[in-house]
Nanobody, 122 residues
Framework: VQLQASGGGLVQAGDSLRLSCSAS??????MAWFRQAPGKEREFVAA???????YYADSVKGRFINSGDNAKSTMYLQMNSLKPEDTAVYYC???????????????????WGQGTLVTVSS
């Protein structure tokens, strides 16, 4: 299984950006976005369950829109009203065996993409 994240870049505060994640090698129970800012731990951003249900971190709720199709192994993160604190490397992750209660836990995802850098200037 290989995951490929793309779409990062340098934008100004208030701008929008769309990240994409594509995976080869299977369909997944959950796909998710995590991010890691410099000097900070990796944190959950959003996830999509195989049913289509979507989950968000409180910090991005109302600004980010996650979409995709686990059966087709694709996922997109539309990021609106970006803030400087959204600056981070964004990773997509996927799992074939995760349980729903663990969808926000990075340790429960077996497959990871290489990350794409998002930089938001003030």
């Amino acid at each position: 299984v290989q995951l490929q994240a793309s779409g990062g870049g340098l934008v100004q505060a208030g701008d929008s950006l769309r990240l994409s994640c594509s995976a080869s090698g299977g369909s997944f129970r959950a796909m998710a976005w995590f991010r890691q800012a410099p000097g900070k731990e990796r944190e959950f951003v959003a996830a999509i369950w195989r049913s289509g249900a979507i989950y968000y971190a409180d910090s991005v709720k109302g600004r980010f829109i996650n979409s995709g199709d686990n059966a087709k192994s694709t996922m997109y993160l539309q990021m609106n009203s970006l803030k400087p604190e959204d600056t981070a490397v964004y990773y997509c992750a996927a799992s074939t065996s995760i349980i729903l209660s663990s969808v926000r836990q990075d340790g429960q995802y077996r497959y990871w993409g290489q990350g794409t850098l998002v930089t938001v200037s003030s």
